[in-house]
């Protein structure tokens, strides 16, 4: 059975940072491109980040880039994003994504950016 596992979500004051973490089973992660997207109230789902399989490249949104960093722990099945100097408007809910021949979400974490 597949599994992404999203956790790391929470209320943060705009400046501060949050890691999530994907937790992922069922399939062979390390042959996956994984991503983050984020799907804000009223708004459509974006692609936040993206790294490739193996962890040679990395792609990121323009409104996140030099805030937030994607990384991938193979050994671990786990995929994370690293978010600093959150801003109100990165208040979504988030998703973890895994892409091959098939496409696998998580159930999303709710990360608030407010004071």
């Known amino acids: 059975q597949v599994q992404l596992v999203e956790l790391g979500g929470g209320l943060v004051q705009p400046g501060g940072s949050l890691r999530l973490s994907c937790a992922a089973s069922?399939?062979?992660?390390?042959?996956?491109?994984m991503s983050w997207y984020r799907q804000a109230p009223g708004l459509e789902r974006e692609l936040v980040a993206s790294?490739?399989?193996?962890?040679?490249?990395?792609n990121y949104a323009d409104s996140v880039k030099g805030r937030f960093t994607i990384s991938r722990d193979d050994a671990k099945n786990t995929v994370y994003l690293q978010m600093n100097s959150l801003k109100p408007e990165d208040t979504a809910v988030y998703y973890c994504?895994?892409?091959?021949?098939?496409?696998?979400w998580g159930q999303g974490t709710q990360v608030t950016v407010s004071s």
């Open positions: 994504h895994a892409r091959q021949l098939r496409v696998y």
């Open positions: 069922g399939f062979i992660f390390s042959s996956y491109a």
């Open positions: 790294i490739s399989s193996l962890g040679g490249s990395t």
